[in-house]
């Protein structure tokens, strides 16, 4: 992929050595700008982002070290690199002390300032490589730690493998709590961009105005509180992937902005005029139903099906089971190993609980139960009454029968999916498993009631319910 043109400001008073500059780096493939002097210098930074700013120490009106001082503030990320007839050590050592990249003496060799600015260039990317590694550092990003061995989770990894060599957009979909960034990141991992920055934002944890400038940076004095020129997120990802997790929470004023973006492959910062190109691939996520939206038009159609390229769900917990033993075991290898002395297993019983478990919460529930039971558990062994009783109590066959909503809402579908369940559940405990007599109490077809059966992947609880004639805690798994 084709790394974007650096673009480089050269600052002397002397013309011909301006017109010099300017020829020797636009051959050398940069987007180059002159000014006369510090106080143009100054307004151009004001108005423009610039990878490198190369500029003469003795100038009139504002020296090199003061157009040094103020694109600091100005501008923290460029690289500045001063130039002088006159130089000392001294003025070296006060250059660097500014926080100059580099000092180079005039009359200088033209091929060693080209790789002056070269070397400086890539000492400032990896500078900020380096930042980003160091905030990654720990997060789960190789497609290893997606724990699954369920049809479900196969299938999914099997699709990131497939679509992580292209740069199409991936919608990521399904409830709270199942993994959808460690999906997004799994993509990363396994795509040509894995060496460039994973870079991700909730869009749902900012207002309108503060997305914008968060994903497209802003120019100093865009607004109050902007005192430098700062990069936003779409060119701290460039090269790499821009998660945006909770897509369906953006404004439809922000959804247009983020349109043009992605069709147009440039953003413009807030407050600025230029159009900064950038090389980024953009990952998804929601657990809201984007189509809904678009029917109910707080969702944009075309943005809609510009990010749904390539779509994934992510199930939930409950519709694979049979992953929460190795995904409750992996947690336990995080959470217990910090424990003195270490928890180290999970009894079989404690196992079977979490097995019969619905985890509302998904993944991120039943890592947060492992957590708080290392936490409580003295040996080195999780008992089952670490658990909280919500677990214990917990019976697949009964719902609630108070149908108040409560304070902080609910998920309808899943909760209506859960009433479903429950009746389909009582009727075959009640004919003791024989599907012609409950299909008959839930007045609807025998075919219409396998096709439930395989919907909640519980097929198997009817012949369970014929050979005990009753429910047993543990045994409503979903094999199919």
Do not use: W
């Not at 694979?320 to 180290?344: C, M, S, W």
């Amino acid at each position: 992929m084709a790394d974007r043109v650096p673009s480089i400001l050269i600052v002397d008073d002397e013309l011909s050595m301006r017109e010099l500059l300017d020829h020797v780096f636009r051959r050398a493939g940069y987007r180059t700008f002159v000014a006369a002097n510090g106080a143009q210098a100054l307004e151009a930074l004001r108005g423009t982002v610039f990878d490198v700013v190369l500029s003469d120490v003795r100038m009139p009106r504002l020296s090199g070290t003061e157009l040094l001082h103020e694109c600091r503030q100005i501008s923290p990320d460029t690289v500045v690199i001063l130039m002088t007839a006159h130089g000392t050590v001294e003025q070296a050592r006060e250059a660097f002390k500014l926080g100059a990249d580099d000092f180079i003496q005039k009359p200088f060799d033209i091929d060693e300032l080209k790789l002056i600015v070269k070397n400086a260039l890539e000492k400032s990317l990896l500078r900020r490589e380096v930042a980003l590694l160091k905030r990654e550092l720990g997060d789960r990003t190789r497609l290893e730690n997606i724990i699954g061995r369920s049809r479900p989770m196969q299938e999914v990894l099997r699709l990131i493998q497939t679509i992580a060599g292209t740069n199409s957009t991936v919608l990521i979909t399904g409830e709270s709590g199942t993994g959808k960034e460690l999906v997004a990141r799994g993509i990363h991992a396994c795509s040509p961009r894995s060496e460039r920055p994973f870079v991700s934002i909730n869009c749902g944890a900012f207002t309108e105005t503060l997305l914008e400038s968060e994903l497209f940076g802003y120019m100093k004095g865009a607004f109050t509180g902007a005192t430098t020129n700062k990069k936003g997120l779409f060119e701290a990802a460039d090269g790499g992937t821009l998660f945006l997790d909770e897509i369906g929470e953006m404004s439809l004023g922000m959804q247009v902005k983020l349109l043009r973006a992605l069709q147009e492959r440039s953003i413009r910062r807030v407050g600025g005029t230029e159009e900064i190109p950038v090389d980024v691939r953009v990952v998804a996520a929601t657990n809201r139903d984007l189509s809904q939206m678009v029917e109910a038009g707080t969702f944009r159609k075309d943005l809609y099906f510009r990010v749904n390229v390539i779509p994934i769900n992510v199930p939930p917990l409950r519709e694979r089971r049979e992953d929460i033993r190795e995904l409750a075991l992996h947690f336990l290898k995080k959470y217990g190993q910090n424990r003195t002395p270490p928890v180290t297993s999970i009894a079989e019983t404690t196992l079977k609980y979490l097995e019969n478990y619905s985890f509302p919460g998904n993944v991120r529930e039943l890592e947060n139960l492992i957590e708080r039971a290392v936490a409580l558990e003295p040996t080195h062994e999780i008992q089952p009454e670490r658990l909280p009783e919500t677990v214990l109590r917990y019976d697949p066959a009964r719902t609630a029968s108070v149908f108040d909503l409560p304070e902080q809402g609910i998920h309808l579908e899943n909760f209506l999916m859960e009433i479903e369940k429950s009746y389909i559940l009582q009727s075959l405990r009640r004919t003791r498993g024989n599907q012609t007599k409950a299909a008959e109490l839930l007045h609807m077809s025998v075919r219409s009631l396998r096709h439930l059966l395989d919907k909640h992947k519980i097929r198997h609880t009817a012949s369970m319910f014929r050979e005990s004639g009753a429910f047993r805690t543990g045994d409503t798994s979903d094999a199919p």
